[in-house]
């Protein structure tokens, strides 16, 4: 996410000043034009259908690798590896890897589930909270935005486990439509006439927002120099 040479879009870019200190970056990534083949390869050792699941003219869909039903429980995800290494994992976000019980992260490696299985709603998501139930609750608090809720809840699990081994999953659904954001971040971007647009970077600015208080909490619990630290994107956002 490179800054931007706009001083009206600047303040939606900084994800890239976030992670100036990283030891690598990559500058060109493609990926299809779905978010699911990025999870499901991100998350399982899936080098075989590396194919298959990023190509999407391939004449395996990628909805037979990732789809409603999810990708068979033989695929051995990270975050159950990680787990047997005695790390304590935690997924805050969007799944969208499978619906089917054997499917849900918590029994896909996962301690923690704090998210939506597929399509959400930025203001009123159905949540599983896996702390509470397996079943989803929509959510109707006022003001109440995702895109800022996932980011609490991931500091909140680097608080609880900044002494021990851990595995952060946090796939926000930003910046994918609908364009839908707060006040609190459209305000941001006065200048921008385009009501698409400006919603864009509003979205983008609340998930920038996050991650910087993501890296801010590994420096404050002295542990940023023992994390690794990988930001990716998927299929990005249909307009913007």
């Known amino acids: 996410m490179a800054k931007s040479g706009s001083d009206r879009v600047r303040g939606a870019a900084r994800a890239g000043d976030h992670l100036a200190w990283l030891d690598a970056r990559i500058d060109y990534e493609r990926t299809p034009p779905k978010g699911s083949p990025t999870a499901a390869f991100g998350l399982a050792r899936m080098r075989r259908l590396l194919a298959a699941v990023g190509n999407p003219h391939h004449d395996v869909p990628a909805v037979h690798v990732a789809g409603t039903k999810g990708k068979g429980s033989t695929v051995a995800m990270l975050a159950a590896i990680l787990e047997e290494a005695g790390y304590r994992t935690g997924h805050f976000g969007k799944w969208h890897l499978g619906t089917d019980d054997a499917c849900l992260p918590t029994n896909r490696g996962f301690d923690v589930f704090y998210g939506t299985l597929g399509q959400s709603s930025y203001f009123t998501p159905t949540l599983i909270d896996s702390r509470r139930s397996t079943r989803g609750k929509k959510v109707s608090t ?65 998930m920038d927002d996050g991650i910087g208080e993501l890296l801010a909490v590994l420096r404050d619990t002295g542990i940023e120099e023992n994390t690794l630290v990988l930001f990716l994107s998927d299929n990005g956002g249909t307009q913007g």
């Open 142 to 206: 006022p003001g109440y935005y995702v895109t800022d809720d996932y980011s609490r809840r991931a500091v909140e699990f680097i608080e609880e486990h900044a002494g021990t081994p851990f595995f952060l999953y946090l796939p926000h659904f930003a910046v994918h439509k609908p364009h839908d954001a707060t006040e609190r971040y459209l305000s941001r971007f006065p200048a921008i006439d385009d009501p698409v647009r400006r919603a864009y970077l509003a979205m983008l600015a609340a």
